[in-house]
């Protein structure tokens, strides 16, 4: 016999939903109750419904039902809390642990010293100030808000994303080209939807970067030739011989992850490339906010509008997790992007996205951005002085900007030395690791990422890296 109880049963109380097998009732509800615990369902802290209130959902005796909560407490189970209400004991937090599934790119809670490139301190994320934001965007929020939601994402959010990239990134944006979108990852999803829907067979890539991208491009069937990167960044003379390309994915402000910045002719090459030809350019902006010196380069998509994909997240600026992301879309390409999508959004959730808007209009993102901005150049300098002294012959390469460097190596074997940064738990990547499979580019060299630790592991991490280095 299947007995369950769902919403709706009780009016008072907790709802509880308990797949309770046959046979005796106390020892049927003690099982389902362990079971609940056992795969997670029932996290630690978890409040259950009175005795009352599950006996009568359950349509059994308030007794039996007291009795079941009396062995599990016994058992360890449960907890009973200022002597009322009953809730899953804390003692099965470890248990649980152990059940639940690692998260795939984890390795940073088994790591030492997490100098993994590209992730943010997550420790300076402004909770305060997000928490205002959140508190402050659903109070205002209009009942419309709640329902199933347009895809090109929020109005209010557009709007202070387009105010804000024109000032900050010189980005022209008008809302209506702005497509929300749940990290830059989903952004490239549905351009490369969108692209290949429209005839598209191939888009160009930097010769380094990142596998994930290239895989969302060639899961749509595009081809991703790559493009050799020199001091003045992604070689796009090549396009011209690239016959069957019709879009160029490019991180001109910082390349991701060499660190050099696409020169201005080869920016002016690029656009009138796409004039030219009618190609499409992906400008990934991922850390344009994060630039150290006093000459902050703003973003391609300034040079043409109409042939440039500008893609924004705040994945390096506030937080991966958030998952939030934007695109500004050449007008034609807006409803090509939104139709992958489909009718309604189905991702990016609107307390975030209203959130958002509100951190941007109360002029937190840009108090949170020069925060990390003064912590992070900060870092970089250290770093460069520590390797100039520890590692004379090994170079930091890349201009003073964003979450990470290379650190070239002077006849130093790559494979190696990430193998050894890997053992004694540094989060430190190779090169290797980034080159695109088509390219025979060997140089060598260290990814490292400064940003990650939080202040108070930062100095350990950066005296831990420079004593392993050769
Ligand atoms: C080059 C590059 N682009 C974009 C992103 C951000 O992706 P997302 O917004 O999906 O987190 C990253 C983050 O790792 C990155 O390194």
């Not at 407490?73 to 004991?89: D, K, N």
């Not at 150049?377 to 002085?385: A, D, F, G, K, T």
Request: aromatic content about 6%; proline content about 6%; overall charge neutral.
């Amino acid at each position: 016999m299947d007995v369950t109880t769902g919403p709706g049963s009780s009016v008072a109380g907790l709802d509880l939903f308990l797949d309770r097998a046959g046979g005796r009732v106390r020892n049927s509800v003690m099982d389902a109750i362990r079971d609940a615990i056992r795969s997670g369902r029932l996290v630690p802290g978890t409040r259950l419904p009175s005795s009352r209130a599950l006996s009568a959902d359950l349509g059994v005796a308030r007794n039996t039902v007291a009795r079941a909560y009396a062995e599990l407490i016994a058992e360890g189970w449960l907890t009973s809390q200022h002597g009322s209400s009953t809730v899953v004991s804390p003692r099965t937090a470890e248990a649980i642990r152990s059940i639940a599934a690692p998260p795939r790119r984890r390795a940073a809670r088994l790591l030492d010293h997490d100098l993994r490139p590209g992730h943010p301190d997550l420790s300076s994320f402004p909770r305060a100030a997000w928490s205002r934001a959140v508190k402050r965007a659903l109070d205002a929020a209009p009942s419309e808000a709640f329902g199933y939601a347009d895809p090109h994402g929020r109005p209010e959010l557009r709007l202070a994303l387009a105010q804000y990239l024109a000032r900050a990134r010189g980005v022209r944006a008008r809302p209506c080209n702005i497509v929300v979108c749940c990290g830059a990852a989903e952004g490239l999803r549905l351009v490369a939807g969108a692209l290949t829907d429209g005839g598209v067979a191939a888009v160009a890539v930097e010769a380094f970067g990142l596998s994930t991208q290239w895989a969302s491009l060639t899961r749509t069937g595009l081809r991703c030739p790559p493009l050799t990167v020199d001091s003045d960044g992604a070689d796009v003379r090549a396009l011209e011989n690239m016959a069957d390309v019709g879009g160029v994915l490019l991180t001109p402000s910082h390349q991701f992850p060499l660190g050099v910045s696409l020169h201005s002719d080869r920016r002016a090459g690029v656009i009138d490339w796409a004039r030219r030809t009618g190609g499409v350019i992906i400008e990934d902006d991922y850390d344009g906010e994060f630039r150290y010196d006093r000459r902050p380069v703003g973003a391609l998509h300034g040079g043409d509008p109409e042939r440039v994909i500008y893609m924004g997240t705040v994945s390096k600026s506030l937080a991966p997790g958030l998952r939030l992301g934007w695109l500004v879309l050449p007008e034609r390409l807006v409803d090509a992007v939104v139709r992958q999508k489909g009718e309604t959004e189905e991702t990016s959730g609107f307390v975030e996205q209203l959130a958002m808007a509100e951190f941007i209009v109360s002029g937190s993102y840009d108090r949170h951005i020069r925060t990390m901005r003064a912590q992070y150049r900060r870092r970089r300098e250290q770093l460069v002085v520590a390797v100039a002294r520890s590692s004379p012959k090994s170079t930091v390469a890349g201009m003073p900007a964003g979450l990470q460097v290379v650190l070239e190596l002077a006849g130093g074997d790559e494979s190696a030395l990430v193998r050894q940064l890997g053992w004694r738990q540094l989060g430190v990547q190779g090169l290797d690791f980034f080159r695109h499979p088509e390219v025979d580019d060997e140089r060598d060299g260290l990814v490292i990422g400064f940003a990650a630790p939080a202040p108070s592991a930062w100095s350990a991490a950066l005296d831990a890296l420079t004593g392993l280095l050769p």
